[in-house]
């Protein structure tokens, strides 16, 4: 029913940059988010927004990574700063139905939309 479709990996050196997308389709009455997987780890939450709007990031990502949605809230961005190579992995965009929960959710189990995966990798 709602399709995801990541952009914007690659791979840098440390201390490097790169800006993630999701696009949603639909993206109305939805929640989405951020996780990723390192080789030989599990998945881990590492962005999302509350329903008032606000962020909720992995303490590992904070003061480094941006998360924030367009204006008709059909993408959903991740800016990455001073990436370092402890951040390399699939980066996954998720999303679930709104429920009496809302949003915000950092749980892997409350999604039930994943997109394909884009790639991270960030050289020492």
């Known amino acids: 029913q709602v399709q995801l479709l990541e952009s914007g990996g690659g791979s840098v050196e440390s201390g490097g940059s790169l800006r993630l997308s999701c696009v949603a389709s639909p993206s109305s009455g939805n929640c989405l988010a951020w996780f990723r997987q390192a080789p030989g780890q599990g998945r881990e939450a590492v962005a999302t927004?509350?329903?008032?709007?606000?962020?909720k990031r992995a303490e590992s990502v904070k003061g480094r990574f941006t998360v924030s949605q367009d204006n008709a809230r059909t993408t959903l961005f991740l800016q990455m700063n001073s990436l370092q190579p402890e951040d390399t992995g699939m980066y996954y965009c998720a999303a679930y139905s709104r429920s009496l929960r809302g949003c915000g959710s950092h749980q892997s189990a409350s999604y039930t939309y994943w997109g394909q995966g884009t790639q991270v990798t960030v050289s020492s």
């Open positions: 927004l509350y329903d008032d709007g606000s962020p």
